[in-house]
Structure formats: C-alpha cells, structure tokens
C-alpha cells in the first residue's frame, strides 16, 4: 500500500503529512484510513507536546475525490446511499478522535482547503494559512451537506450566521477573510508557515501540558458536538437518496452546471 499519509516526531512534535500531491491530497479512502493510523499512533507516542497536520505539494487537499464516493459500493455494497448512517459514522469517529487528543492540534494549510479538508482542518484545535488559500465547503453544490463534523464545528466556530451563508453558498473564501471571519488564527506568507508554527508550539510548551489537555477538554465541552454529528448523518442519509445528489455529482465530473429538480 502506498504511503498516502506520513508520519514524522521531531523531539516534542508529532508531524501527520497528506501524501498524494499528485492528486491535490484529495482524500479517498485509503488516504482517510491511514489518516486515522497516524492519529491512533500518536495517541501512542510518549512525550509530545503538539501535533502539527499538513500537506504535501501545492495544496493541504482540495478535498474529498469524488470519483472514489461514486465508488462507494467496493467498500459498502451495492446499495450503499441506504447505509449513508453508517457511512458518516465512520468517517466522522476519524475526526472525533483527532478533536478528542488532549495534545494541541494545529493545521497549516496552503493552496486549497476544500470540503473534507476542512472539516479535518476544523476538528485542529489551531489553524495557520498561507497567504492566498482558498477554504470553502462546496458540498451544497454537490446537493449534499458537510456530514463530517464540517456543519457543527464551522457553526461553533464562527457563529449561526456566518456558517449559513458559507455553507449555503458553497463559496471559497481567501484566507485572508478566513482570518477575519474567525475560521483560521493567523494568516503568513507561505514560506513562513513552518517558522509561525515552530514559534506558536515553543509558547505552548513553556505552559504545563495537563493544564493544557485540560483546558481543551473544557473549552471542546462547552459545545454539545455530538448531537450535532447525530444531525448531520441524520440529514446526509436523506439527501444521498435524492437526484439532486446524483445530479450534482454528475455535473461536477463533467463541468457543467447542475441541473437542480429538488428531488
């Protein structure tokens, strides 16, 4: 199996790095599984004071392949869009157990932040962005939503409002109005990524870390995230069904424009 996600510790910080830049790290499933690998074996790894997630090549991922969710029936049989419960469950507890680490998490994004790479950006505790990349959860205009933490998290992020017209728009945002908006913390020249974020973790370490797994847990307990995970796969298991969501998926496989029938 290619190396699709790599893993590096380097003294106190446990590096995960989306491999496929060929492809725009495009998330399939293979990439998502041995994503949640690295996660688990960090869970493992004594002594870490931070994980930092990032992407090779020109983008942190433009977001979920498409072609690999029309291939869903390989992995969960021919009648696939019934199970879409079952489905969201599983590639949500990827990001809950991500969100759950008492270690501080931090992304660094660059290129594109597109869909489920937002979603994984989201379940971070910290995001950092290179000047000029574009965050967006385009789902909508697939006729579907985002069902993997995307819609709870932005919500709690940056409040009802802005989350709605993001979502309902489908639209790519510059990172610098991410910024502004509250979805990343600081936005750097690209080449200054790797220096924002070895200065942000040595500040981090010089607090004590039960104190700082701790006040995660706290502040990440003030919000009621599961409930919200349990409406988006509750939503998503209806919308997969619909033609509309064929529609969309079509239409973005062939660039041209959607034909909506709001069905």
Same mark, same amino acid.
């Given at each position: 199996?290619?190396? *699709?996600?790599?893993?590096?510790?380097?003294?106190?910080?446990?590096?995960?790095?989306?491999?496929?830049?060929?492809?725009?790290?495009?998330?399939?499933?293979?990439? /998502?599984?041995?994503?949640? !690998?690295?996660?688990?074996?960090? $869970?493992?790894?004594?002594?870490?004071?931070?994980?930092? =997630?990032?992407?090779? %090549?020109?983008?942190?991922?433009?977001?979920?392949?498409?072609?690999?969710?029309? %291939?869903?029936?390989?992995?969960?049989?021919?009648?696939?869009? $019934?199970?879409?419960?079952? =489905? !969201?469950?599983?590639?949500?507890?990827?990001? !809950?157990?991500?969100?759950?680490?008492?270690?501080?998490? &931090?992304?660094?994004?660059?290129?594109?932040?597109?869909?489920?790479?937002?979603?994984?950006?989201?379940?971070?505790? &910290?995001?950092?962005?290179?000047?000029?990349?574009?965050?967006?959860?385009?789902?909508?205009?697939?006729?579907? &939503?985002?069902?993997? %933490?995307? $819609? $709870?998290?932005?919500?709690?992020?940056?409040?009802?409002?802005?989350? #709605? @017209? *993001?979502?309902? !728009?489908?639209?790519?945002?510059?990172?610098?109005?991410? @910024?502004?908006?509250?979805?990343?913390?600081?936005?750097? +020249?690209?080449?200054?990524?790797?220096?924002?974020?070895?200065?942000?973790?040595?500040? &981090?370490?010089?607090?004590?870390?039960?104190?700082?797994?701790?006040?995660?847990?706290?502040?990440?307990? *003030?919000?009621?995230?599961?409930?919200?995970?349990?409406? @988006?796969?509750?939503?998503?298991?209806?919308?997969?069904?619909?033609?509309? /969501?064929?529609?969309?998926?079509?239409?973005?496989?062939? #660039?041209?424009? +959607?034909?909506?029938? %709001?069905?």
């Amino acid at each position: 199996m290619d190396d *699709l996600v790599i893993t590096r510790q380097r003294d106190a910080i446990f590096e995960i790095i989306l491999n496929r830049p060929d492809k725009r790290n495009a998330i399939n499933v293979e990439l /998502f599984t041995q994503f949640d !690998t690295a996660v688990q074996q960090a $869970t493992r790894t004594p002594n870490l004071r931070a994980i930092i =997630i990032r992407g090779e %090549g020109k983008a942190f991922s433009a977001g979920i392949d498409v072609s690999a969710l029309l %291939g869903m029936a390989d992995r969960y049989g021919p009648h696939w869009q $019934t199970r879409m419960r079952a =489905i !969201t469950d599983d590639f949500q507890r990827v990001l !809950t157990r991500l969100e759950r680490l008492e270690l501080p998490t &931090i992304a660094l994004l660059h290129g594109y932040c597109l869909g489920l790479a937002l979603e994984l950006a989201l379940a971070c505790d &910290i995001r950092i962005a290179a000047a000029g990349t574009l965050l967006g959860l385009p789902e909508t205009r697939l006729g579907i &939503i985002p069902d993997v %933490g995307g $819609t $709870t998290r932005l919500a709690r992020l940056i409040g009802p409002a802005r989350a #709605k @017209e *993001l979502i309902f !728009t489908g639209r790519q945002l510059d990172a610098a109005i991410a @910024e502004r908006w509250g979805i990343v913390n600081y936005v750097v +020249p690209e080449e200054s990524l790797a220096v924002r974020v070895e200065e942000l973790v040595t500040e &981090i370490c010089q607090s004590a870390p039960l104190a700082v797994g701790m006040a995660k847990r706290v502040i990440d307990g *003030l919000s009621d995230i599961d409930r919200g995970l349990q409406l @988006e796969g509750w939503a998503q298991s209806q919308l997969f069904q619909t033609e509309d /969501f064929m529609e969309g998926a079509q239409s973005f496989l062939m #660039k041209r424009p +959607p034909q909506w029938k %709001g069905k």
